[in-house]
């Protein structure tokens, strides 16, 4: 079966080579019903079950755009992208002016980083001229997912108004978000509400829109208005989901959420969603096992594994953090925010080496990259012997961001660690000035002071210190040393049993 299959694979790869001159050379008249249902069944998704149907009809009409354009669509929906490439370019070879396969090989010269390419290709289409509406509205889409605004909404001025004020909206307003125009975004709202009243689907598009706008709220409301008409709608219930999640509203999320679990138990956007509702509860061993079941079901998913390593590293499940960012960072060896994944991830796993290895590399690629300068300078000062190759990747963090109170409060941390008691104030003092309530700069800043005799103000911020963080064993341990040398027993007492409650049950 496998033999026959790749023979009729070579076959059909060879005929698109030769442009069929000998067999095939006769354009065949098609089979316009079996047209029709590949196209149903690619919209709902029915790859598996048409994909070998499909190729034997492509086979057999190796000339005709509209056939081969339906395989394209199938190796499109299955990534397999290079393959969709090379049929859309075989289709323009047919058929110069096939506005379809310019749109569909720009969205893949975009997603594969040819975004001028992309531009070139969408610049051929006479959009003014084209007939098929639908047609009109995925340019309009992918002249906005290039990079185009203005040409999106010039797309969409010779639509019917029926589309411009249903399909097109999510269209129009990203547009005006993009090109910040506000006022005619907000000018949409109305228009918006009317239409997804009764449109689930729309609503969701628009609601994203609107969440990307920072109209939150409005689209909050927006998605709560639809479910009102379609109280079981699965999109619904998951996007409100994820939009209470931000908002922090736990308690209407998890309801919300639960409804669309009853609906689709199984479903990898169900695991995915109530990850993100714990984690942001601060439950990360809970996320952590429902990441564990969305990977199950989309084991190659990056937005899964991205989340599932950040998620693993707060549940301080290293090797687990690390496992998923080596599948990204070898899918794309040179993406920036898997190289920081994997980096950090090694980094708290112990790895040092390769946290070197890949942080360095993000800096190569990205030099003004500030979480990855932060993590190669944590990197750099795990090392005894890279002291001042940290000090110096710190100190250039502050060059990219001035305000990067974590690179102030890790060069605090270096000097205080050899000794440099002036250095170190002059360091967390700034940190503190940038974040008042960081409670553990606070308490590294008091035991300095300590250090260095100034009794009083050691009192003033380890005080606020352990107000903040009260669980935190070695601010109560800097308590009793400062409450002990002003001649405060009572406190010192009280501070050093909290100190060695708190660190045996950390020890359990």
């Known amino acids: 079966m496998f033999r026959k299959r790749l023979y009729l694979i070579l076959i059909f790869c060879l005929a698109l080579s030769l442009g069929f001159t000998f067999a095939f050379a006769q354009n065949k008249q098609i089979d316009k019903n079996a047209v029709a249902r590949f196209e149903k069944s690619i919209e709902q998704g029915k790859i598996e079950e048409i994909e070998r149907p499909l190729l034997d009809f492509a086979v057999a009409n190796p000339n005709n755009p509209q056939v081969l354009e339906l395989l394209a669509k199938v190796r499109h929906r299955q990534n397999r992208l290079s393959e969709a490439a090379a049929l859309y370019k075989r289709i323009l070879t047919l058929d110069a002016n096939s506005a379809s396969a310019k749109i569909n090989l720009a969205r893949i010269f975009y997603v594969s980083g040819k975004t001028d390419e992309a531009r070139r290709m969408l610049g051929d289409i006479a959009g003014d001229v084209l007939s098929d509406q639908t047609l009109r ?24 108004l029926t589309i411009k004020n249903s399909a097109a909206l999510p269209i129009i307003a990203a547009s005006y978000l993009e090109l910040k125009n506000e006022r005619k975004l907000r000018d949409l709202l109305p228009l918006i509400k009317r239409a997804t009243t009764s449109n689930p689907a729309l609503a969701v598009q628009c609601a994203e829109v609107l969440q990307n706008a920072g109209l939150n709220k409005e689209a909050v409301g927006l998605l709560r208005s639809t479910l009102a008409t379609a109280p079981n709608n699965y999109d619904t219930l998951i996007a409100l989901g994820g939009l209470e999640i931000g908002a922090k509203e736990f308690a209407s999320a998890k309801q919300h959420l639960s409804r669309a679990a009853k609906l689709q138990p199984r479903s990898v956007k169900t695991f995915f969603a109530q990850a993100l509702v714990e984690e942001a509860q601060g439950n990360s ?128 941390l270096s000097h205080k660690a050899q000794g440099e008691t002036a250095k170190a104030i002059e360091y967390l003092e700034e940190t503190i000035k940038s974040a008042p309530n960081y409670a553990d700069a606070l308490r590294d800043l008091g035991a300095v002071y300590l250090q260095s005799g100034a009794e009083q103000k050691a009192r003033i911020v380890l005080e606020k210190a352990v107000a903040l963080a009260p669980e935190d064993a070695d601010t109560h341990f800097q308590l009793s040393r400062l409450y002990n040398l002003i001649g405060e027993g009572a406190l010192a007492k009280k501070h050093l049993e909290r100190f060695q409650t708190l660190k045996n049950a950390a020890g359990r």
Do not use: W
């Open 137 to 160: 509205l995925n340019l309009a889409a992918t002249l906005l997912l290039v990079g185009e605004p203005q040409k999106a909404l010039e797309a969409t001025e010779k639509l019917p």
């Open 285 to 412: 061993l809970a996320a952590l096992e429902l990441l564990k079941q969305a990977r199950l079901l989309a084991p190659n998913s990056p937005e899964i594994l991205s989340q599932f390593v950040v998620t693993a590293m707060r549940a301080n499940q290293s090797r687990s953090a690390v496992e998923a960012a080596q599948i990204l960072a070898e899918s794309k060896p040179d993406e920036p925010e898997y190289l920081y994944l994997l980096g950090a991830a090694s980094l708290q796993n112990g790895n040092i080496r390769q946290a070197q290895r890949n942080l360095q590399r993000l800096v190569e690629l990205r030099p003004a990259h500030s979480r990855g300068c932060l993590a190669l300078g944590l990197t750099l000062a795990a090392q005894s012997d890279q002291l001042e190759n940290a000090r110096r990747q710190l100190n250039h963090c502050i060059e990219i961001d001035a305000n990067n109170v974590e690179a102030k409060y890790q060069l605090g």
